[in-house]
């Protein structure tokens, strides 16, 4: 999503968050990510202003004193950034991909099922199964800290069973476009 | 209760019986260093006030003052070197963490080892790439031009335009905020036909402009002086009259 994500020329313009819309937002992340309410107060205060920096092909970044806090594609889901992910790493549910893989991710590149179910990787137990198109916080082998942030294109079960082709499709992961913007 | 809890205390502090122990850490936590407070024994006992959820405190993660990853995704970045040379004065302890024998050894995981040649190879080969494009980089910037035009609005007035400033890093908004107090007038971020950004000042401050830069005032730093560029653009004899007020 941010792999040739030029500030200067991809973004359209920042404005701020109606109230409406901030509390429908506030909402959904609230459902979407494991966080307490008061733990998202620390991250977006309920007094302070979200603002909405709309960039090219329908991607949002949400921003807090300027500090990107989320983005979203569409109306797709709300993804935290992988700086805040880092800060609150249980707020999505975690992946993990073999340290082969890593590289490629750090390519930009979509997350293939071997890398996920090989031994050094992670998917979620069978009865804590995610469904396709659930926000995954992508973490690698050996490592302590998430290195992007995906979507889950198959079931993690499916993935498991189909084991070849993209399973988790990456949002953001480090050192992308996204990473390089410390605030808007 | 509170006499109950109070007893229990006491007997802790004289004797941990394995009894006492559990019913005080099933009870509500006994206060730390057990000074005996004779108000909350009178006091009545009231509803356990469940505390205000606090917030969960982030993970303080530590990043790489050079490539700004985490200091353990260093090893794939493209400037490893310099990480590990940055990481050692900055903090040896960390250093040792991950770049110890023990460490080395432990990250290779289930890779296996040619999986792991490869990849430092890969590593090295990156590191030298990134390094040659950090050089064609600086010496394309070193090579860059400043244009400062003064052109000619009107008979007497003048605007000053100057361009080529961001291949030096420098924050056009920001100089163009210094332009404009530094010479009370107005100053702003254009772009020219070409469709780059220029600065354009209001008046003819291009021979200040020119010491301000050699100065390496303000924001206008790391610009050699050879690389200004000094021209006038004079207004076309045809044109005149059209552009009036
Ligand atoms: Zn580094």
Redesign the pocket.
């Known amino acids: 999503m941010f792999k040739k994500f030029v500030p200067s020329t991809d973004i359209a313009g920042q404005t701020p968050v109606k109230t409406s819309v901030q509390r429908s937002i506030r909402a959904s992340v609230l459902s979407q990510w494991k966080i307490e309410p008061e733990t998202l107060e620390v991250i977006w205060p309920k007094k302070e202003t979200l603002i909405h920096v709309k960039c090219r092909e329908h991607i949002s970044i949400y921003t807090v004193h300027g500090e990107p806090i989320a983005f979203q594609h569409f109306d797709g889901p709300v993804y935290p950034t992988l700086r805040i992910l880092h800060k609150y790493p249980y707020i999505l549910p975690k992946v993990q991909i073999d340290r082969g893989a890593i590289r490629f991710l750090l390519a930009g590149a979509p997350m293939m099922c071997p890398g996920l179910t090989s031994r050094g990787g992670y998917l979620p137990p069978p009865d804590a199964a995610l469904p396709a198109g659930a926000p995954v916080a992508i973490h690698a082998e050996g490592k302590e800290h998430a290195v992007g942030i995906g979507i889950t294109k198959l079931g993690t079960e499916e993935i498991r069973k189909v084991n070849k082709g993209v399973g988790v499709e990456t949002a953001t992961y480090l050192g992308d476009d996204l990473w390089a913007v410390k605030a808007l | 209760m509170a006499r109950k809890k109070q007893h229990n205390k006491d007997k802790e502090e004289a004797t941990p019986a394995s009894t006492s122990a559990a019913a005080a850490s099933a009870s509500a936590p006994t206060e730390e260093g057990g000074e005996a407070q004779p108000t909350a024994a009178v006091v009545a006992p009231e509803e356990p006030q469940p505390p205000p959820p606090e917030p969960h405190p982030p993970v303080e993660v530590a990043y790489?003052g050079?490539?700004?990853?985490p200091?353990e995704y260093?090893e794939f970045?493209s400037?490893?070197t310099r990480?590990k040379d940055?990481l050692k004065e900055a903090d040896s302890d960390l250093f040792d963490k991950y770049y110890s024998e023990e460490a080395l050894q432990a990250k290779i995981g289930t890779l296996s080892l040619e999986a792991q040649t490869k990849l430092e190879k890969d590593t090295a080969k990156k590191e030298a790439k990134a390094e040659a494009k950090a050089d064609a980089a600086h010496k394309k910037k070193m090579a860059s031009q400043i244009t400062i035009k003064r052109i000619e609005r009107t008979k007497r007035k003048f605007v000053t335009s100057i361009h080529g400033l961001e291949a030096f890093s420098i924050d056009l908004k920001k100089a163009a905020k210094q332009f404009a107090s530094r010479f009370a007038t107005g100053a702003s971020v254009t772009k020219n036909p070409q469709g780059q950004d220029e600065i354009v000042v209001q008046g003819d401050v291009s021979d200040e402009i020119v010491e301000m830069i050699e100065g390496g005032v303000g924001v206008l730093k790391g610009i050699p002086a050879d690389n200004i560029e000094l021209v006038e653009e004079k207004k076309k004899a045809g044109g005149a009259g059209a552009g009036g007020s």
């Open positions: 790489c050079v490539c700004t990853f200091l260093c970045g400037s490893l990480c940055w």
